[in-house]
T-cell receptor, first 113, second 113 residues
Framework: GNSVTQMEGPVTLSEEAFLTINCTYTATGYPSLFWYVQYPGEGLQLLLKATKADDKGSNKGFEATYRKETTSFHLEKGSVQVSDSAVYFCALSHTNTGNQFYFGTGTSLTVIP | DGGITQSPKYLFRKEGQNVTLSCEQNLNHDAMYWYRQDPGQGLRLIYYSQIVNDFQKGDIAEGYSVSREKKESFPLTVTSAQKNPTAFYLC????????????FGPGTRLTVT
């Protein structure tokens, strides 16, 4: 079935460090892939998405490339800020399951000044 | 401003009591969803509704009930049959097809003692 695996946290980085959060998926064909961010005490917000292979989603300095060959959608940012501290969720949706969303377990990021 | 409202933010109940969580959206979205979030886990789908007066069970519907009498409202009742009701509950909606890009509310944290 469809599933998402993302790296376990928590991740702690110094301000301006480079960020990578790994996400791999299991699905047949071509699902749509998403990164959501959850700030403390809030709901999830869509950060970026990609709907076909080799697409790159980007937003607020974050990027992720849909890699079909490695079934991955790793999240990256070149220089993190304290305000990026949050929990990041990788997710997929696929037409073979009525486009139902499957979320990873989330990766907590703390950026220290 | 358009958005999704969940109230209250924090809710406390005694074991054995039913409790209803509110979810309202003014985005004119057709589809609405309820998720449960537990520490260290991804989101799990409880119920979803594609149109008014229609809803479907998600992966963990046991012990929950919903109604969809109005397009903008999708309340969730946590019944006394739900064995582990303490969790963070998130409501979401999507504008297009079922399970298209989802927009989340701020969540309700329910504590049952």
């Amino acid at each position: 079935g469809n599933s998402v695996t993302q790296m376990e946290g928590p991740v702690t980085l110094s301000e301006e460090a480079f960020l990578t959060i790994n996400c791999t998926y299991t699905a047949t064909g071509y699902p749509s892939l998403f990164w959501y961010v959850q700030y403390p005490g809030e709901g999830l917000q869509l950060l970026l998405k990609a709907t076909k292979a080799d697409d790159k989603g980007s937003n607020k300095g974050f990027e992720a490339t849909y890699r079909k060959e490695t079934t991955s959608f790793h999240l990256e940012k070149g220089s993190v800020q304290v305000s990026d501290s949050a929990v990041y969720f990788c997710a997929l949706s696929h037409t073979n399951t009525g486009n139902q969303f499957y979320f990873g377990t989330g990766t907590s990021l703390t950026v220290i000044p | 401003d358009g958005g999704i409202t969940q109230s209250p933010k924090y809710l406390f109940r005694k074991e054995g009591q039913n409790v209803t969580l509110s979810c309202e959206q003014n985005l004119n979205h057709d589809a609405m969803y309820w998720y449960r979030q537990d520490p260290g886990q991804g989101l799990r789908l409880i119920y979803y509704s594609q149109i008014v007066n229609d809803f479907q069970k998600g992966d963990i519907a046991e012990g929950y009930s919903v109604s969809r009498e109005k397009k903008e409202s999708f309340p969730l009742t946590v019944t006394s049959a739900q064995k582990n009701p303490t969790a963070f509950y998130l409501c979401a909606s999507s504008p297009d097809r079922l399970f298209g890009e989802q927009y989340f509310g701020p969540g309700t944290r329910l504590t049952v003692t």
